[in-house]
């Protein structure tokens, strides 16, 4: 029976293929000239380039508040949701999942034009709340997905002990939902500051967020400072990805 | 008074959640050129749409043409792929198995960028011309981690003795496989199945950074060049609206019977 284990070969030839070799490619036009040959010339033009280093700035302070209003927006929801006391049915969840089905670009130019139709200037404010409309169900879902599950009677025992339900909150079922916030941070941080399109939408053209400036190198042809920008936030996104402490502890084994 | 809050914020949540949504769905009976300005009640759009007779406009049925072809043959491929894969993955232990899981990571924890640069500057690597193929070997790559991460837990839930079972009493591998390990895994296939579905309906950037310059359009770049010359075409919105009742009723089927499922089973 240990031969089934060869079945995961194909997948992992593709993996290899289509995953492993492309990040391969990133890293090896980053490190090089138009011509081909080896320079650290596309990471210092990024580094001395003052429009890229704001524009990534201004991606990264885009994300922080992103991911903190869906936090400070979701977890309540999340909360309320898995919570039995108020709500009985799982087709309200359903309901906060289903907009992600509509077309994203197309949810995000209505958001935008009703905006405009309200007389609210195309900005900031109007970038954070599509993205925060955008993201909100990437938030909700996983800290659901982990209070549902969550075993009760810890927050009842801590309040059996003596802790005010206010307490038992913040000290049990916080904690316990941290995976949970987590998963849902990752879901939310690293895509914000990667979209591009969205954030021309929702601010007509003011705001660029870093995605934006990868694909106009990209599409014209500056493919080596293009991929020196995606090996700038692949080096990110290694680091974010550190904060999430290995998920997949499962039990070993196991025949089919 | 506590019950009564907690409701109210989920709904508030909700009305905003949705508001964009009705929006496109009121503009879609006037036949103004621009989302926003009504021009009176007519289902002229509805009609455009549903006939074909746009001014100019007829890519619209080919990129919704195309978005479901990709999405379908993605899907497909993904599923199977994945499925084969987290048989062979369950059955791998130590080192071989937390690399391949972590393999099966990346696309997932990979922004779309990242994943459409990559797979760019590897078709370009190659010399292979970009089109169909390369969008949807682009697609099977974001889509069929999802459907191992789907058919891994029902292997996990699984009673390996079954399997062994029927190997004990004559069945070949292959009947084994097709009579016992398939529909066990089926669930996990067909969520799977759904995950990759909408994971690449809903995809832009991967397309569109792979889809070459052939002028080959999914919904989602259509959209997106659209928009950038300035004005949506008007018969979007009834598209969409249309596209949002559907998956409502879906939605709502498959709710209803996964209601009544539970109440058999409370019967019992």
């Known amino acids: ?256 | 008074m506590k019950k009564f809050f907690a409701k109210l914020y989920i709904w508030v949540l909700l009305v905003i959640l949705y508001a964009p949504l009705v929006f496109i769905a009121v503009f879609s009976f006037t036949e103004s050129k621009v989302l926003g300005s009504w021009e009176g009640f007519s289902p002229n759009l509805y009609r455009n749409l549903l006939t074909g007779q746009m001014q100019g406009n007829a890519s619209l049925l080919a990129a919704v043409k195309n978005t479901l072809l990709i999405a379908v043959i993605a899907a497909a491929v993904s599923t199977l792929l994945g499925t084969v894969a987290a048989i062979g993955i369950h059955n791998m232990k130590g080192r071989a198995k937390k690399t391949v899981s972590f393999l099966n990571n990346i696309p997932m924890i990979n922004p779309d960028i990242i994943t459409g640069v990559s797979l760019f500057l590897l078709f370009v690597f190659l010399h292979f011309s970009q089109g169909y193929t390369t969008v949807i070997l682009a697609h099977i790559t974001f889509c069929t981690p999802y459907v191992v991460l789907s058919v891994l837990p029902k292997l996990q839930q699984m009673n390996p003795n079954i399997y062994e079972a029927a190997l004990d009493l004559g069945a070949t591998p292959a009947q084994a496989l097709r009579k016992v390990l398939i529909p066990q895994l089926k669930p996990g296939m067909v969520s799977g199945f759904i995950l990759a579905f909408t994971m690449s309906l809903d995809d832009f950037a991967v397309t569109f950074f792979t889809r070459g310059t052939i002028g080959l359009d999914t919904l989602s770049t259509y959209i997106y060049t659209d928009a950038r010359k300035g004005g949506l075409t008007p018969e979007l919105r009834p598209l969409m609206t249309l596209i949002f009742l559907v998956i409502l009723i879906l939605l709502i089927i498959i709710n209803v019977r996964q209601d009544r499922l539970q109440k058999q089973n409370e019967n019992r």
Not at chain 1, 246 to 256: F, H, N
């Open chain 1, 1 to 256: 029976m240990s031969k089934r284990s060869n079945w995961s070969i194909p997948y992992v030839i593709f993996l290899v293929f289509f995953v492993v070799l492309p990040l391969i490619l990133v890293m090896v036009y980053a490190f090089q000239d138009a011509q081909g040959k080896f320079t650290l010339g596309n990471l210092a033009k990024f580094f001395t380039d003052r429009d890229a280093l704001s524009t990534f700035a201004v991606s990264i302070e885009v994300a922080l508040e992103n991911t903190g209003l869906c936090i400070l927006l979701g977890y309540p929801a999340a909360w309320i949701l898995a919570n039995k006391q108020y709500n009985k049915s799982a087709v309200t969840i359903v309901l906060f999942i289903m907009p992600m089905w509509i077309n994203a670009l197309m949810r995000t130019l209505a958001t935008a034009q009703l905006f405009t139709m309200l007389g609210v200037t195309l900005g900031k404010g109007t970038l954070l709340f599509g993205m925060v409309y955008d993201y909100l169900p990437f938030m909700i879902y996983p800290i659901y997905n982990v209070l549902s599950k969550m075993d009760k009677s810890y927050a009842e025992a801590a309040v059996d002990l003596g802790a005010t339900p206010w307490r038992a909150f913040w000290k049990v079922t916080v904690p316990l939902s941290m995976p949970g916030v987590t998963s849902g941070i990752l879901m939310v941080f690293m895509p914000t500051v990667s979209t591009f399109a969205i954030s021309e939408f929702l601010t007509n053209n003011k705001i660029k967020l870093f995605g934006t400036i990868i694909q106009e190198n990209i599409n014209s042809s500056m493919w080596n400072y293009g991929a020196a920008l995606a090996f700038v936030m692949l080096i990110i996104i290694g680091i974010t990805t550190l904060f999430d402490k290995d998920k997949d502890e499962e039990v070993e084994g196991g025949l089919i």
